[in-house]
C-alpha cells in the first residue's frame, strides 16, 4: 500500500513537472525557428502517449487502493502489484525517450529533422531525371469533353495528402483524365476549383473524389517538399532578424537548404512515380 501511494502521488507530480518543461521548452523554442515547425513538434503522438502511460499508471495505482481490504488482512493483489510496476517501468521509458524527443528541439537536431524529410519526400514523390518516365504529360486530354469540376465547399483549409492509388483507380473505372487544379500543401477557400474530369464515360461520385484528399488546417510533410523549404526559409530569416542576430544559424539552415535544392534539381518535378491517368 505504501508503493502504490507513492507511485501514485509521484506520477502525479512528475506528470505535471514533465509536461509544463516540456511544453515551456517548445515554446520558448519558437522564438528561434519557424513557429510551425514548434506546432508540428508539439503534436508528436510520442508525446501524447507519454501523457497516457503516466496517466495510467497513476489512475491504476490510485484505483488499486480502493480495492485493498483493510479491514481484513490488507494484502494487496499479487498481479496487482506486477502491473502496476509494469506500468512504472512503462513510464520510466516513456520518460528517457520523451527527454529524447525534447533534445530534438535544439537547432541542430531541428535543421538535420526538417531536411531529412524534405530529402524523403522529394526522393519519394518524383523520379530521377534518367529514369524512364512513367507517365506522359501532353496537353492532348483538353481535347477531351469535360465532364465534371469539382469545387471546395467549405472553409479555408490546406491540402495534405493525395490517395494517388484511388484517384488512379476512380480514374480508370470511369474511362477519363483527373487534372489536379491544386497540389499538396495548397490553400483552398470557398468555391476554389479542385478538380476536373475529362472524357469519362459516366461521372464519379463527389464524395469519393473529395475523400482522395486529405485536408486540414497545417501543411504536413507528406508529398509536400515546399513545405520543408518553407520551414527551413523560416528559420534563416528569423535568424538574420535585429531580436535574434544569429547569423551561424542562418548559415546552417541555407547549407541544409542548398541540399535539397541540389536534390529537387536531379528530379523531373512534371511528372511523379506510381501516377497513370492522373494529371497533376
Not at 32 to 37: E, G, I
Not at 169 to 184: K, N, Q
Not at 204 to 231: C, H, S, W
Amino acid at each position: 500500500m505504501a508503493a502504490y501511494s507513492a507511485i501514485a502521488s509521484g506520477m502525479l507530480a512528475l506528470t505535471g513537472v514533465v509536461f509544463s518543461l516540456a511544453f515551456l521548452m517548445i515554446q520558448f523554442s519558437a522564438t528561434a525557428y519557424s513557429p510551425r515547425l514548434v506546432l508540428w513538434i508539439s503534436r508528436d503522438p510520442f508525446m501524447w502517449h507519454a501523457v497516457g502511460v503516466f496517466t495510467a499508471t497513476f489512475l491504476y495505482a490510485l484505483a488499486a487502493l480502493t480495492w485493498v481490504e483493510r479491514r481484513g488482512p490488507g494484502r494487496v493483489p499479487f498481479i496487482s502489484s506486477w502491473v502496476v510496476l509494469g506500468l512504472l517501468l512503462a513510464s520510466v521509458a516513456m520518460f528517457i525517450g520523451l527527454i529524447q524527443r525534447i533534445g530534438l528541439l535544439q537547432i541542430n537536431r531541428m535543421l538535420k529533422f526538417t531536411g531529412d524529410h524534405g530529402r524523403a519526400v522529394i526522393e519519394t514523390v518524383y523520379p530521377e531525371l534518367d529514369l524512364p518516365a512513367t507517365v506522359t504529360r501532353s496537353e492532348e486530354f483538353r481535347t477531351l469533353p469535360l465532364t465534371q469540376t469539382v469545387l471546395h465547399h467549405s472553409g479555408p483549409e490546406v491540402i495534405q495528402k493525395l490517395d494517388i492509388v484511388a484517384l488512379v483507380g476512380l480514374a480508370r473505372t470511369s474511362g477519363g483524365i483527373i487534372e489536379m487544379l491544386a497540389a499538396v500543401g495548397d490553400t483552398l477557400v470557398i468555391h476554389t476549383p479542385l478538380l476536373c474530369v475529362y472524357g469519362a464515360r459516366h461521372p464519379i461520385v463527389e464524395t469519393a473524389l473529395t475523400n482522395a484528399i486529405e485536408m486540414g488546417e497545417e501543411r504536413t510533410f507528406d508529398q509536400d517538399p515546399k513545405y520543408a523549404i518553407r520551414l527551413l526559409v523560416d528559420i534563416a530569416i528569423k535568424a538574420l532578424s535585429p531580436a535574434i542576430n544569429d547569423p551561424t544559424t542562418a548559415v546552417q539552415a541555407l547549407n541544409y537548404l542548398s541540399d535539397v535544392l541540389r536534390l529537387i534539381g536531379t528530379t523531373d518535378l512534371s511528372r511523379s512515380r506510381g501516377v497513370d491517368g492522373l494529371i497533376g
